[in-house]
């Protein structure tokens, strides 16, 4: 009885429209509220702007005024970015229109997502329309318009944006297809689209593609010349990207390689089990209507899910009517649902908000059949003969009425909290590039160079580019990018002595701790993140302090490691590998810090190392040393342990933050330093001074240090 009722369609079902003003009036508010949202103060939320948009925007300027790509390639078919991936090809070119329009500004790059999002969502309604009417195209437009996880990545400009709207349209032509339209070609060619929007495209689409041919594939044989058409035209589309791909295999699949579970190892019991598990995390509860579990911060609002709770109970009643209905075009929601986290699900980064991104409109339409089977049950003629699409607008006002507060509870967490601890962190917006750029455009003619560091930041070289770059036409040069920043500025370390030629006037724009770095750093400007903390300072510089940056090290050691400092002299000093795997070597380079992830392996976490130095002094001496540790440290003197006292500086948490008292014998003293990892960066830093804070002089030290390029 109950599937009798929810069948259709039949005269009841086509009398529970409303008017058509109604319908196209309902649409042009749920399309401009959909704008609005993602164009409200679009440069400044999310507050910063990501390695990856200004890449973008770049590449699309390059493109745009000179036809080639930041490594001078001709109209490239996906652009080599940062020496380490492709960016694909479709959100980069859409850019350049905007481009020419507004300029090469963060608002052209960000307004290319937003436009893409709100015609996602007005594809949406088409796909709704299709498989069951108007007021599910409506309810699937209005869900897809305030939906967290399509309205956090429609504000950014990153390329994924690219592939619900295009999937969209496809799915939107195969229902039409289904229906007796001759729209399969066209479906064809927009499915192919997909596989130049973003990687998980590659294979969401083709398994899609297969489970629509196994279920409509006696319509597919009946309808022959059609199929073969838009075969064809599949064929021709894909054609490009699957040559792209055979021709740069080394280049194209190593940042897959790098990233998935398969690089891991393991059999393959193994990784079917971490596969199931990667793959369960996106249909989480935590996931999808709690805190978002997912570890990249400029992914999601932290403290909301992807979806709204009030949306469960509606994807219940969604997969139950579309499984109920006789018309297999709603198993091509259910298709898309089951499908979407499958390429997510091989990665690392689990659960990922991005690569599972083509899932948020499913869900919105899934939840929408929901609606449309609750409205299908409602639609009676009301008493006195009134029309029956009456009650079935009531509930959807009512239904708009549940929503409205949710979405303005996820707003404000989203305007008010999510700026302030997304703008400024590694895992975040990295916010303030374009406020040091603006500086080392202002201060430019004053200093010799102007330097950005490199430390806790992805890609900085980039951000030099896009701000001050796109003012600047390279040189004629084949291999390099058609503009280029100016010859003063460099992404580089802050820490390196190589850049301290005597009468260099230098501008640098660091992370607070690491102002410390320096014997005279005069601070020009402090610039502030939406939390209220410096996210760079720009100093102008001269001189590091006199750090030893010179040592035999040892390592790596098991976590915890309580062994006791190393006791050989310079008269023995041991080299290579020992039978536990310890290996030791001399780490000589032109740095403040000793960078230990460099000596020993990126990935050598949750270790520990030793480094050992001797220092000769004539007489007794009584002074202060000064260390920093990242993550933890012990120092060491002629075998015993120094007691460190923390700093009350807040922004001495690394180059200073720890300080005691140091004393040395006649002759030669063995000073070891213990360093233990977790994770992330390793490193550590060492000086000694006198006990006024001045440098200590008339030390002699075994190894180095060497303080200017040989």
Known sequence: ???????????????AVPPAWVIWLGLALIVGLALGLRTWRLTELPAGFFCDEAGNGFNSYCLLHAGRDETGARWPLYIWSFGVSYKNPIF??????????LGPSELAVRLTAALYGTGTVLALFFLGRALLGPLTGLAAALLLAVLPWHLHFSRIGFELIALPFYFTLALTCLVRW???RRTLAAAAVLLGLCLYTYVPAKLFVPLFCAGFAWLYRRELLARWGESLLAGALLAATVAPVAIFDLTHREQAGSYFANTTILAGGGGPLRIARRFAHNYGEFFSREFLFEASNDRIIRHSVSDHGQLY???APLLVLGIGFALLRRDRALRLPLLWLALYPIAAALMNEIPSASRGFIGAPAFALVAAIGVGGVLRLTARPVAHGGPAWVLPVALVIGGVAILTPAVADYWVLYRDQYPLYSAKYYTGFQYGHRQVMETFRRL???YDLLLLTTRKSNQPDVFLR??????RPARAVEDGPPFEHSDKMVASSAEAYDHFIPGRRMLFAVLPEEVPLYADGEVVQRIIAPDGTTAFVVVAVSQLKDFISTWMVGGPYPEGDSSPPPSWTPDAVPSGADGNGVTWGLRNELFAGVPLNDFFSPNAEYSCAWAVNFVSSDAPRALQVFAGFDDTGEVWV????VELTPSDD???????????PLQLQPGRNAIAVRSCDEIGDWRFYFRLAELDGTPAAGLSWQYGPRRVPE
């Open 650 to 660: 807040p922004e001495q948490t690394l180059v200073d933050a720890v300080h005691g």
């Open 178 to 180: 289904t229906q007796g």
């Open 309 to 311: 709770w009030c949306l």
């Open 638 to 641: 002629n075998g015993a342990r």
């Open 466 to 471: 896009f701000y001050d770059g796109t003012r």
């Open 444 to 446: 430019e003619p004053v």
């Open 92 to 101: 980069v070119y859409s850019t350049a229109p905007l481009m020419a329009l």
């Open 1 to 15: 009885r109950w599937r009798g009722a929810l069948a259709g369609p039949d005269a009841r079902e086509r009398t």
